[in-house]
């Protein structure tokens, strides 16, 4: 073997310097993604257009779109989606909307506001199991110190508790999920605004612009993007919500508190019907989707306007 063979076998490359070590990397993150989203994703696919027993998984019965004609036939389905729509708005607003007044007050000067910034955490850091389940202890119609209050108030709580009357179940709800979201979004635009460069501020305090004024020119489009992403996340975590309400009213009462998630559960576990409870899993996929989509548009368009 002459010596340039030599050398060459000596300084081989190896394969982690190769242009395959991207691919190798991301590996295991495929794998993952096949076994435990790719596949079941394509299992409910076909669950959705079969018939098919939660007591008899084993045996389908091919019914093609009847399942999704039926449940979109469904009146009580029609309320199920309003109640969705009422619960995501809520949610998306609420969480936001409060989460940016948290955020603003965070990011301005006063004493004790590293122990604020730690305590606006605890709804967001506490388990959603135990937020239901104080949440259900406060609403009690015998013990329950909202539902005392609600009466003191002149508001009234009927026998069962504010969590059985149809008109004030889903307001319970949506102030108990807005109170554990809103800190997650406090935070993450309490970074955004940080990231808001001082001498711009600084400029149009000089240049006579008030709070609102600099929060419109500066402020906005710097945090915007983010407020964009936030929405669109809290939307989706939103459609996909079951614990909470779940344990607090398990959709009821009368279905006013019943939401996809509710929905599908009860679909497929209470009426032991896997291919209607499919349908709707899609539903919400499809749901997801065109929410992810839209927001990228509105946000490709919001730079292209700035």
Known sequence: MSQTGIRRGRFRRSPLGSKWTPYIFLVPAMAYITIFQLVPLLQEIYLSFTK????NPGRNVWVGFENYIATFQSESFQQTMLVTLVYV????????GIGLLVA???NSRFPGRGIARALVTIPWAAPGIAVAVIAVWMLNAQYGVLSRFLSGLGVAVGEGGVLDDPNLA???ILITTVWQLF?????VLLSALQSVPDELVEAAHVDGAGRW???RVVTWPVIRPTI???AVLMAIWSIRRFELIWLMTRGGPLGTTKTLVI?????AFDSKQLGTAAAIGMVGIVISLIIVVGGRLVANAAERNS
Do not use: H, M, N, R
């Not at 708005?89 to 936001?96: F, I, K």
């Not at 929905?263 to 679909?267: G, H, M, V």
């Open 52 to 55: 098919t027993s939660l007591l």
């Open 89 to 96: 708005v809520v949610c998306v607003a609420g969480s936001v």
């Open 104 to 106: 603003l007050l965070l």
């Open 170 to 172: 889903l307001p319970a």
């Open 183 to 187: 800190p997650f979004t406090a935070v």
């Open 213 to 215: 004024w600099t929060f």
């Open 228 to 230: 964009g992403l936030i």
């Open 263 to 267: 929905d599908l559960y009860s679909q």
